[in-house]
């Protein structure tokens, strides 16, 4: 096995966590990007008012986002399953799932509410819905503002304006921020949607980065992220601070940049020259930074297995999938890019013991 190649446990005894081992390292606390899995199993069927597939009970489906790329580090598009090599020994899966990009999308945009950053934060509301509207009519956004405490303040719908307004609001003068507790609550936001399996589950979140009030510990959050497949698109408005005879960006709360780097997500620093934090006129402008998050959506593919019955005898096995073309490799979630990855499944058995 290369050495780059990273094993992902991908059902453990415990069949709502999904759980992933680095080669060399010790068990993580929960797995990458998994879905949940019910301890029967887990069957799609086609939702009456919708045209994609909802979750429902009778075989496991387990879905990952991957990003492809080639040796010089650009974007992979055109891939198909074809291009795809699964190598599974002890056919304990029944097929694979692939799809290209993300088309209907569930956001939840957390907004720091702090003083700092009200009028910022203001000016993007058009960005942010052009960003929402980018996507299929399907898609929907919610928004949530935090300070020392998260609320709901629009829960997830279709309407943009609503979406629009919940960015202006008046500054939570003097108060402490829970950046962490605020970003559980937004995991919790996605709970009452239907499981749709193309649906992407994302946050936006756009905050200056220190936190000094959190109940919740960083690790946990991306735990529970990891778990139930949302993926954290972190924007840092930051902060600056005199070191060493000079303005420097004041670095944020440990686990702010994790948030998005271990859940799939990615980490934009935003204005990060000590010389715009002098200027008075200075403006912000996150168009960029949502086109960016846009184009990422869309570059990465969805893959899944199906897994088979055969799979529930309460042992371990492992399975590979290779990318077929050369000079190409894939990343999931956490890990780093190789062309071969390895996945283990370890499901409980379905035969119990009867009393005597």
Do not use: W
Request: include cysteine.
């Amino acid at each position: 096995m290369p050495s780059k190649t990273r094993i992902k446990d991908l059902l453990t005894q415990n069949p709502v966590c999904l759980r992933s081992l680095r080669r060399y390292l010790a068990l993580f606390s929960c797995a990458i990007l998994a879905v949940a899995a019910s301890p029967t199993v887990t069957t799609l069927a086609q939702d009456t008012s919708e045209s994609d597939e909802v979750i429902r009970v009778s075989t496991d489906l387990l879905l990952f986002p991957i990003r492809i790329r080639d040796k010089r580090g650009q974007i992979v598009r055109g891939f198909e399953q074809s291009d795809l090599a699964l190598n599974d020994k002890d056919q304990v899966t029944a097929g694979l799932y692939f799809a290209p990009g993300a088309d209907r999308v569930a956001i939840v945009f957390a907004l720091d509410q702090s003083g700092s950053l009200r009028e910022i934060i203001s000016q993007q509301r058009d960005a942010a819905v052009a960003l929402f509207a980018r996507f299929s009519d399907r898609s929907s956004v919610a928004v949530l503002r935090f300070a020392e405490s998260p609320s709901l303040v629009v829960p997830f719908g279709r309407d943009p304006e609503a979406a629009r307004a919940a960015f202006t609001f008046a500054a939570g003068a003097n108060q402490h921020t829970a950046i962490f507790d605020a970003a559980a609550k937004a995991l919790k936001v996605f709970d009452d949607l239907p499981r749709v399996r193309t649906e992407r589950h994302i946050v936006v979140l756009i905050s200056d980065g220190l936190d000094n009030a959190s109940q919740t510990k960083a690790n946990a959050v991306i735990s529970e992220a990891v778990e139930k497949r949302v993926s954290f698109y972190v924007v840092h408005l930051p902060l600056f601070e005199p070191r060493g005879g000079r303005l420097a960006v004041r670095a944020p709360a440990k686990g702010f940049r994790e948030l998005a780097r271990e859940t799939g997500g990615k980490y934009f620093l935003v204005g990060g020259d000590p010389g715009d934090a002098l200027k008075l006129d200075k403006t912000v402008d996150l168009t960029p930074i949502f086109q960016a998050i846009e184009e990422d959506l869309r570059s990465q593919y969805l893959l899944g297995f199906y897994i088979s019955e055969t799979a529930r005898d309460g042992r371990k096995h492992r399975f590979s999938l290779k990318l077929l073309p050369p000079g190409v490799e894939y990343s999931v979630g956490r890990f780093g890019y190789s062309r071969s990855h390895d996945f283990f499944v370890n499901l409980p058995s379905n035969i119990t013991n009867l009393p005597k």
